[in-house]
């Protein structure tokens, strides 16, 4: 699941994927951005891709989502927490509106998209819980102006040694 898979980054990363041969949940505002995207999806090999118009900052569009994307293809191995929006300008040249936006985007969408999908087990069609859970991935623009990629995994049942459980790529 790749979330912004319309353009840039996350539409990158989804033809990635899609050359890999993955099945795939693309998802993002603009409807036509992302049939585009399924059209070259499937040319470059992704052998199902299953297209979702929503916004990661309603909870109640980012559940649908998880339960399309479940009933479809029976699991979600990995999210790409991709989604996002920031003015380009300095912080101190944010309105209080401006700022809102970006918050509900960056920080409440991420955490909407990675909490309703850590939320369910893998294995779910099994009847049982398992531990394993997906591998969440996403990417933020700080404030600094640089890219963060936080890479999420919910596979151990401790924290690692050093108390981290996501590694930051920069």
Known sequence: MV?????????AIAFLYARLGAKLVICGRDPSKLETSAEWLRRLGSPDVLVQPMTIREP???????????????????????AGGQFPQRALDYSVKGWKAVIDTNLNGTWYMMHALARRPRHAHLGRFQAERPLLLH????????????????????????????????
């Open 3 to 11: 979330s912004g898979a319309g353009s840039g980054i996350g539409k």
């Open 60 to 82: 109640e569009q980012v559940e649908k989502l998880i339960d399309v994307a479940w009933l479809h293809f029976g699991r979600i191995d990995v999210l790409v927490n991709n």
């Open 139 to 170: 990417e933020r623009h700080g404030l600094d102006g640089g890219r963060h990629v936080r890479l999420h995994s919910q596979l151990f049942r401790r924290q690692p040694a050093g108390g981290r459980r996501h590694a930051r790529l920069s």
